[in-house]
């Protein structure tokens, strides 16, 4: 039985790791996470969000997830967006998900990030 998600996994090039710790660890303040010694051999990076982790794994060659992405459910989605814009991160709205307001970006190596906030709903 499947109990959770642990991970998702997106790819990168080799020698891209400065550019991804950046963008994730310092525009949108995920918290990197030490990779097992023998996995560290293979390059890449981890980073962590509450109990998810998101493994950038080196891919040679590489083509980045421009339609598959990872979702993250952001707090205040609008200042969020208006910060990592200001840190230099592209955001571009997307008006067709019912019920939630949210926007993409893409990571330094273009790979494609969805971030979505549920719209609060009054009962009545």
Not at 11 to 24: D, F, H, I, N, V
Not at 89 to 107: E, Q
Request: aromatic share 8%.
């Amino acid at each position: 039985m499947i109990v959770a998600l642990d991970h998702v996994q997106l790819a990168a090039p080799p020698g891209s790791e400065p550019k991804l710790r950046a963008y994730y660890a310092d525009v949108l303040g995920m918290t990197e996470v030490r990779k097992p010694p023998v996995l560290a051999l293979r390059g890449g990076c981890w980073f962590q969000i509450g109990p998810v982790q998101l493994h950038l794994g080196i891919e040679d060659p590489f083509t980045p997830a421009k339609k598959a992405h990872p979702a993250l459910r952001i707090q205040g989605i609008h200042a969020y967006a208006k910060q990592i814009a200001a840190l230099g991160a592209p955001v571009s709205w997307d008006y067709d998900l019912p019920g939630h307001h949210r926007f993409f970006s893409t990571d330094p190596v273009g790979n494609r990030i969805e971030f979505l906030e549920p719209i609060a709903t009054q009962a009545g």
